[in-house]
């Protein structure tokens, strides 16, 4: 399975982001796909996911700023990012989820994005 992440950027703060995803290859079922996150020097974790009925979670950090949209029975998810901050900078992976956060596939490249003055 490949995992297209794309969209990233350089933004000012306040600025807004779209990042897509598409997983591809022979892929079965999917569940649930998220998006995580991985800042320089800090380990990668899950910012936000979205199930197969559309159910959606948001880490506090990005509650009211990011909107996780896509079709799951596709394996495609969209990553609306809105009133972004200095914080938001990092890079950007998504991936299928096996449960809550655990990631099904190897992951991509990844996209990244840059928040700056």
């Known amino acids: 399975v490949q995992l297209q992440a794309s969209g990233g950027g350089v933004v000012q703060p306040g600025g807004s982001l779209r990042l897509s995803c598409q997983a591809s290859?022979?892929?079965?079922?999917?569940?649930?796909m998220g998006w995580y996150c991985q800042a320089p020097g800090k380990q990668r974790e899950l910012v936000v996911r979205?199930?197969?009925?559309?159910?959606?979670y948001y880490a506090e950090s990005v509650k009211g700023r990011f909107t996780i949209s896509g079709d799951i029975a596709r394996n495609t998810v969209y990553l609306q990012m809105n009133s972004l901050k200095l914080d938001d900078t990092a890079v950007y992976y998504c991936?299928?989820?096996?449960?809550?956060?655990?990631?099904?596939?190897?992951w991509g490249q990844g996209t990244l994005v840059t928040v700056s003055s």
């Open positions: 290859g022979r892929i079965f079922s999917t569940n649930a």
């Open positions: 979205i199930g197969r009925f559309a159910d959606a």
């Open positions: 991936n299928r989820l096996i449960d809550w956060a655990s990631p099904i596939d190897s």
